[in-house]
T-cell receptor, first 112, second 115 residues
Framework: NAGVTQTPKFQVLKTGQSMTLQCAQD?????MSWYRQDPGMGLRLIHY???????DQGEVPNGYNVSRSTTEDFPLRLLSAAPSQTSVYFC???????????FGDGTRLSIL | DQQVKQNSPSLSVQEGRISILNCDYT??????FLWYKKYPAEGPTFLIS?????DKNEDGRFTVFLNKSAKHLSLHIVPSQPGDSAVYFC??????????????FGQGTILTVHP
């Protein structure tokens, strides 16, 4: 039982490049979410999903896309990377939105 | 607008003593509160939660207190151990309305427990 797995752990991009951050969970959780953590600001919700085929925006969605084609996977896409998107990204999942979330170990992303 | 605030960036405590971490919130719709613990290079780990129908919840050395009128919650760790040294985040959500289930986090407090 791996829990929530995020790949890659580290990534450096150039401004304007696109990439996908992967997130997979093996706990059959319906609720999945993406956060970014910046110094002094805690974690902020980017996008979330309450089940396969259903996604919605969080607090800071601009510049990011998500899709949820399966229960297990919830990838986060950066369409055109900007230096302001330099951050640590965390994926999380829970049985439903009112249960504590399990977090992956994060992806540290630097945009040059 | 920071809806969840942890006003102490850091806290230093001696091993065996009590650690008290504080959190304030402004959104009166929040009715479910959680504490997470985070070690470097790892994701946050759920510690303890409390719903607004209670004012206290205990789990071993960890107790969370909720004061709804003051919009304040606190986490007590007794006794503190060096392994408790980590960043602690409080988080809040609403179990209804447009913010249903969306977690809002505080900025975190770095706890250091000295042997």
């Amino acid at each position: 039982n791996a829990g929530v797995t995020q790949t890659p752990k580290f990534q450096v991009l150039k401004t304007g490049q696109s990439m996908t951050l992967q997130c997979a969970q093996d706990m059959n959780h319906e609720y999945m979410s993406w956060y970014r953590q910046d110094p002094g600001m805690g974690l902020r919700l980017i996008h979330y999903s309450v089940g396969a085929g259903i996604t919605d925006q969080g607090e800071v969605p601009n510049g990011y896309n998500v899709s949820r084609s399966t229960t297990e996977d919830f990838p986060l896409r950066l369409l055109s990377a900007a230096p302001s998107q330099t951050s640590v990204y965390f994926c999380a999942s829970s049985i439903d939105r009112n249960q504590p979330q399990h977090f992956g170990d994060g992806t540290r992303l630097s945009i040059l | 607008d920071q809806q969840v605030k942890q006003n102490s960036p850091s806290l230093s405590v001696q091993e065996g003593r009590i650690s008290i971490l504080n959190c304030d919130y402004t959104n009166s719709m929040f009715d479910y509160f959680l504490w997470y613990k985070k070690y470097p290079a790892e994701g946050p780990t759920f510690l303890i939660s409390i719903s607004s129908i209670k004012d206290k919840n205990e789990d071993g050395r960890f107790t969370v207190f909720l004061n709804k009128s003051a919009k304040h919650l606190s986490l007590h760790i007794v006794p503190s151990q060096p392994g408790d040294s980590a960043v602690y985040f409080c988080a809040a959500s609403a179990t209804g309305g447009t913010s249903y289930g969306k977690l809002t986090f505080g900025q975190g407090t770095i706890l250091t427990v000295h042997p």
